[in-house]
T-cell receptor, first 113, second 111 residues
């Protein structure tokens, strides 16, 4: 089954404790990205990657890191989480570019206390 | 810059009512336009899309027409069901970097 898998689905952590949210896709897509969803703001792009070892900032990259060492994986790293990073996070993948359908993971609800 | 504006929700309807969710956009050139749907507890999934002016996207009884003259891509359905209750996102892209989303419109359908 074609899918994008994120883990964990839910996470509560404390300020400053490094964490990683994993994202994996099994569709051999070149393009992957991370979004955060906040009430009244819709989805905003954090980082994206056009291919292995190629990453770039989206609209709200501050406080986040990503890596793309393999085509299928695109982890999101919060080196020192803060309460304003409490949000619902989505990973997405698509064939090159986004003029085609983007496939989304089920989301990770992160709470930073 | 490029942006998408959606009507605020929630939209509350009775089953079998007619649905319209308005979406307008600002973009240079000719963007591709999308509607994504998010069911409770799930990620977004593509509902329909249109890639050029006057195209009509349709799926599951929903449809939307790409209107360049009014820069709009309104979502419509003739008869909604309880199972259509979800959050609907209008989005655009002009290239290969990102989708730009509206803020989402929550639809609640009651029996």
């Amino acid at each position: 089954e074609a899918q994008v898998t994120q883990n964990p689905r839910y996470l509560i952590t404390v300020t400053g404790k490094k964490l990683t949210v994993t994202c994996s896709q099994n569709m051999n897509h070149e393009y992957m990205s991370w979004y955060r969803q906040d009430p009244g703001l819709g989805l905003r792009q954090i980082y994206y990657s056009m291919n292995v070892e190629v990453t770039d900032k989206g609209d709200v990259p501050e406080g986040y890191k990503v890596s793309r060492k393999e085509k299928r994986n695109f982890p999101l790293i919060l080196e020192s989480p803060s309460p304003n990073q409490t949000s619902l996070y989505f990973c997405a993948s698509s064939p090159i570019g986004v003029n085609t359908e983007a496939f989304f993971g089920q989301g990770t609800r992160l709470t930073v206390v | 810059g490029n942006s998408v504006t959606q009507m605020e929700g929630p939209v509350t309807l009775s089953e079998e009512a007619f649905l319209t969710i308005n979406c307008t956009y600002t973009a240079t050139g000719y963007p591709s336009l999308f509607w994504y749907v998010q069911y409770p507890g799930e990620g977004l999934q593509l509902l329909l899309k249109a890639t050029k002016a006057d195209d009509k996207g349709s799926n599951k009884g929903f449809e939307a027409t790409y209107r360049k003259e009014t820069t709009s891509f309104h979502l419509e359905k003739g008869s909604v069901q309880v199972s259509d209750s979800a959050v609907y996102f209008c989005a655009l892209t002009r290239g290969t970097d990102k989708l730009i989303f509206g803020t989402g419109t929550r639809l609640q359908v009651f029996p």
